[in-house]
């Protein structure tokens, strides 16, 4: 069954860095999602991609995030300077159509980011 | 904004009694999402309900829409073990469904 994949599984950084999270979403979806999961809290929408473009995004996404579709498969998660309280479980995910249809997103395995 | 509130928080059962757990948002939903995510792992899609009063079934799990679709529940029939995790139910319109803020399920022997 096709899967959603993030790499790192991982990701250890300083303040101030940047980092980037992968993810490949499944290969004929067209609808693309970052959500974030702070430890023992909800799971949390930071934002929707479509088309090569942002269709929505959350108060939490703000301009210290962006997000890039670099290639046919790959989509991306940036954090310009990191902040302590960024650490969170990152969730990619994808769905075929609109979530407020009847298409179900699947999620990735998702990439714990820890900042120091 | 849209709120989405869950309750209740934790919910320890032993293993055979029922479980449920409720989902009240803010604001009238167009559809209503129900996730499971175990310990350590990513949220799984189990459901969606679209129509006012709607009720699905899977195996030992209902699921309600309330009929003003502003509400929803799952209801787990006589627990096992492996229905351990945290139920999240999600509900709006257009791509960004808002999160509920889950039910963590405990089974104990």
């Known amino acids: 069954e096709p899967e959603v994949t993030q790499t790192p599984s991982h990701q250890v950084t300083q303040m101030g860095q940047e980092v980037i999270l992968r993810c490949v979403p499944i290969?004929?979806?067209?609808?693309f999602y970052w959500y974030r999961q702070i430890l023992g809290q909800k799971v949390e929408f930071l934002v929707s991609?479509?088309?090569?473009?942002?269709?929505?995004k959350s108060e939490i996404f703000d301009d210290q995030f962006s997000v890039e579709r670099p290639d046919g498969s790959n989509f991306t998660l940036k954090i310009r300077s990191t902040k302590l309280e960024d650490s969170a479980m990152y969730f990619c995910?994808?769905?075929?159509?609109?979530?407020?249809?009847?298409?179900?997103?699947?999620f990735g395995p998702g990439t714990r980011l820890t900042v120091l | 904004g849209q709120q989405v509130m869950q309750i209740p928080q934790y919910q320890h059962v032993q293993e055979g009694e029922d479980f449920t757990t409720y989902c009240n948002s803010s604001?009238?939903?167009?559809?209503i999402q129900w996730y499971k995510q175990r310990p350590g792992g990513h949220p799984v899609f189990l459901i969606q309900?679209?129509?006012?009063?709607e009720v699905k079934k899977q195996k030992r799990l209902t699921f309600q829409f309330g009929e003003a679709k502003k509400n929803s529940s799952l209801h787990i029939t006589a627990t096992q073990t492996t229905d351990v995790g945290t139920y999240f139910c999600?509900?709006?319109?257009?791509?960004?469904?808002?999160f509920g803020t889950g039910t963590q399920l405990k089974v104990e022997l």
């Open positions: 995910a994808s769905s075929l159509g609109l979530a407020g249809s009847t298409d179900t997103q699947y």
């Open positions: 991609f479509y088309n090569n473009e942002i269709s929505e």
């Open positions: 309900l679209v129509k006012s009063g």
């Open positions: 290969s004929n979806h067209l609808y």
């Open positions: 604001t009238t939903l167009s559809n």
């Open positions: 999600r509900g709006g319109g257009g791509n960004k469904l808002t």
